[in-house]
């Protein structure tokens, strides 16, 4: 099992900043894939933003350039998902991700709020 907790949401004024962190822990070997979802009310879930293992990442278009993933360098399996120039769209429940051999699993989810 892995257990994925995220943290760092919260309100925000449009334009501004937020960085969200995920730690993984658990049965941590073999996770192949980290990433950032979110679901805004009324909508689907939709990929955010990914890193594999090896380090690619990829982006939702609507938050390339203002969004960046990464991994911590000291442990692995801790991700954070820096958003710059907020959005009021980009207002959501922004969830944790991560695949290990077939298998997904999903944190709780973090609330963002974009408003002035």
């Known amino acids: 099992q892995v257990q994925l907790v995220e943290s760092g949401g919260g309100l925000v004024q449009p334009g501004g900043s937020l960085r969200l962190s995920c730690a993984a822990s658990g049965i941590l070997f073999s996770i192949n894939f980290m990433a950032w979802y979110r679901q805004a009310p009324g909508k689907e879930r939709e990929l955010v933003a990914g890193?594999?293992?090896?380090?690619?990442?990829?982006y939702a278009d609507s938050v390339k350039g203002r969004f960046s993933i990464s991994r911590d360098n000291a442990n692995k399996n801790t991700i954070y998902l820096r958003m710059n120039s907020l959005k009021p769209e980009d207002t959501a429940v922004y969830y944790c991700?991560?695949?290990?051999?077939?298998?997904?699993?999903w944190g709780t989810g973090t609330p963002v709020t974009v408003s002035s």
């Open positions: 890193i594999t293992g090896g380090g690619d990442t990829n």
């Open positions: 991700y991560a695949s290990r051999g077939g298998v997904e699993y």
